[in-house]
DNA sequence: GACACGTGGGC
DNA sequence: TGCCCAAGTGT
């Protein structure tokens, strides 16, 4: 058989391969796998929240996260009796905080439709807000030992590599052919195993960039490798242009409170607190920065004197801010799709006529309950910020 | 089917 | 620094 079949023609396995293949993986894993903590239990929530978690999300990331989501909430009965905004709390910095209403929205669904049990099979499991057919795939196997195929970024590739699969990944075609292949590969026995062992090759070994093919158990059944076409293989993304965007961002303070407003359902961070913000589509894009870790902040009227001082006459000129503006000020830089945002963050003391143009409720807290509040990350910064002073 | 959704880490 | 990537789902 040769490379660039159509996908109708696209060899999967054969039953030889399938064996030796599966003997293989799951010799290494056992020796290779590491143990991570969702991994040393069948508990189907403790497997759900670490699916969840692990959504376009790092396992270093996840964590700290998980440790203390179980500490706080630690079965879904928990979860389910808490209000949405504590779930929040504990999700704030974890991005994607869509997970965390569904997650609390199926915690109140199993608890209440269901007695507190989760669905056993992968296709209720799949109906459940936030369960979409991997997550299905991976609780119905690692918790249940169902043997439910599995498709994400790991294996995905690792797919492709297997079978020389080289067209783009994103369509509906090479969806179904990498899905029908999970479906051949996952066995009757140790499907948890198996699955687990098929991600962990996939994050390991097969990486996106210079995949470890001399440490691979299974290179001799890999047809990218057998062609020398690992690093050609799988079809490169078609990338993403950034905008750049400013963002002008103002606590405002009257004695020891402070002025924070709920994002509306609509918006990015649904759900989340923040301080008024405003997106400048005039603004002048801010080029210069000081040399500093990404993410980092870094105070100035100093560093963009010219940028702070239109900053505070668009507050008083278009928002009406009849505030004392305090030099107390930094800027933040962080990306969010499609977007790089430059934010300017200013301080104003209260006075009168602030004019009230953002959505989502407004309400003046104490510095106490600034830190209990849910917010974006750079809220978090900025609260911080404001905090140590 | 394309796009929105957040953030942190590696190179 | 800039770019790519990460255990996807919902619309």
Not at 35 to 63: G, K, N
Not at 310 to 316: D, V
Request: charge should be neutral; glycine fraction near 4%; proline fraction near 6%.
């Amino acid at each position: 058989m040769t490379s660039n079949t159509a996908e109708s023609e696209t060899q999967l396995f054969e039953p030889a391969t399938l064996k030796s293949f599966r003997a293989d993986l799951k010799r290494w894993y056992r020796k290779a796998g590491r143990e991570l903590p969702w991994r040393l239990t069948a508990d189907p929530y403790r497997i759900w929240l670490s699916e969840i978690m692990l959504q376009q999300t790092t396992v270093a990331a996840v964590i700290p996260y998980y440790e203390r989501f179980l500490d706080r909430f630690p079965d879904v009965m928990a979860l389910a009796v808490a209000e949405e905004a504590e779930v929040l709390r504990l999700w704030e910095g974890l991005g994607y905080y869509s997970r965390a209403r569904n997650i609390h929205k199926t915690a109140r669904i199993v608890a209440e439709e269901r007695n507190g049990e989760f669905p056993r099979s992968a296709a209720e499991l799949h109906e459940l807000p936030g369960i979409g057919r991997y997550t299905a795939g991976a609780i119905a196997s690692f918790a249940y030992d169902l043997p439910a195929p599995i498709l994400e970024a790991n294996t995905q590739r690792l797919y492709a590599r297997l079978l020389a699969y080289d067209r783009p990944l994103q369509s509906t075609v090479a969806q179904k052919t990498l899905w029908g292949f999970a479906e051949q590969l996952v066995p009757k026995r140790d499907p948890g195993l198996f699955n687990q062992a098929l991600m962990e090759l996939g994050g390991q070994i097969c990486k996106p960039a210079d995949p470890l093919c001399d440490a691979c158990p299974v290179s001799r059944h890999c047809r990218a490798f057998e062609q020398q076409r690992q690093q050609e293989i799988p079809h490169p993304k078609k990338k993403i242009e950034l905008t750049d965007v400013v963002h002008l961002c103002v606590a405002v303070k009257q004695d020891d409170r402070f002025l924070v407003r709920q994002y509306s359902p609509e918006e990015r961070w649904a759900g989340l607190w923040d301080f008024l913000r405003w997106e400048q589509n005039d603004f002048p894009i801010l080029k210069r920065s000081r040399s500093r870790k990404s993410g980092e902040l870094f105070t100035d009227h100093d560093l963009f004197p010219q940028e702070f001082a239109r900053a505070e006459q668009l507050l008083r000129e278009r928002y009406q801010l009849q505030a004392e503006i305090q030099d107390l000020a930094l800027t933040i830089k962080h990306g969010v799709t499609r977007y790089r945002i430059t934010l300017l963050c200013l301080v104003a003391e209260f006075d009168v006529n602030l004019n009230d143009d953002q959505p989502g409720d407004q309400q003046w807290v104490t510095r106490e309950q600034l830190k209990e509040l849910p917010l974006s990350k750079t809220g978090r910064q900025f609260a911080n910020h404001l905090l140590n002073q």
